[in-house]
């Protein structure tokens, strides 16, 4: 059983460039949410999908905007990077009704430049 | 402001002695807490949860305490092994009406667990 799976694994841009992350939540979930790691410090929440809509929403600019597809993978995107921008993207899955922990992928780290 | 609060970054503790892990939160909206451990290159693994209608959930070597009126949470592991070196997490949010978490954890800022054997 796979659990989740993100990619890339690194990735580098430049200031201004755009960017896009991709997750596969693990079997039989139907909900992802996005967190952003900061060096040294505990993962921010971005936002969450849930039927293909987001449901939830953390304090992160409109820069930040995210897809989830019909068979529950999802997307990230990035756009007019800034320095700032660059952490470790963490995807979690969950399955909405069963209600309990959510399973994080191994992340993917942006560098921006 | 920081919802969520680990106030030690680091913790040694000996092989077969228990490591306690602390956390302490100031949103009273929140009433439902996770630990995570995070081994470097990896995403946060789930260890365990606790709802805020419990004071106490056991799950093998650990067990997670939950006091309210103190908004405080611990995390005990009893015996340590070398294993369970890795940063800790703790994570809140507010429940659901089927036992479960919201899904917007916020979390605390980590403590690095060693074990020395």
């Known amino acids: 059983d796979a659990g989740v799976t993100q990619s890339p694994t690194h990735l580098i841009k430049t200031r201004g460039q755009q960017v896009t992350l991709r997750c596969s939540p693990k079997s039989g979930h139907d909900t992802v949410s996005w967190y952003q790691q900061a060096l040294g410090q505990g993962p921010q929440f971005i936002f969450q999908y849930y039927e293909e809509e987001e449901r939830q929403r953390g304090n992160f600019p409109d820069r930040f905007s995210g897809h989830q597809f019909p068979n529950y993978s999802s997307e990230l995107n990035v756009n007019a990077l800034l320095l700032g921008d660059s952490a470790l993207y963490l995807c979690?899955?969950?399955?909405?009704?069963?209600?309990?922990?959510?399973?994080f992928g191994p992340g993917t780290r942006l560098t921006v430049l | 402001d920081q919802q969520v609060k680990q106030n030690s970054p680091s913790l040694s503790v000996q092989e077969g002695r228990i490591s306690i892990l602390n956390c302490d939160y100031t949103n009273s909206m929140f009433d439902y807490f996770l630990w995570y451990k995070k081994y470097p290159a990896e995403g946060p693994t789930f260890l365990i949860s606790?709802?805020?209608?419990?004071d106490k959930n056991e799950d093998g070597r650990f067990t997670v305490f939950l006091n309210k009126s103190a908004k405080h949470l611990s995390l005990h592991i009893v015996p340590s092994q070398p294993g369970d070196s890795a940063v800790y997490f703790c994570?809140?949010?507010?429940?659901?009406?089927?036992?479960?978490?919201?899904?917007?954890?916020?979390f605390g800022k980590g403590t690095k667990l060693s074990v020395k054997p």
């Open positions: 606790i709802s805020s209608i419990k």
């Open positions: 979690a899955s969950s399955y909405r009704d069963g209600g309990n922990e959510q399973f």
């Open positions: 994570a809140a949010s507010r429940g659901t009406n089927y036992g479960g978490s919201q899904g917007n954890l916020i």
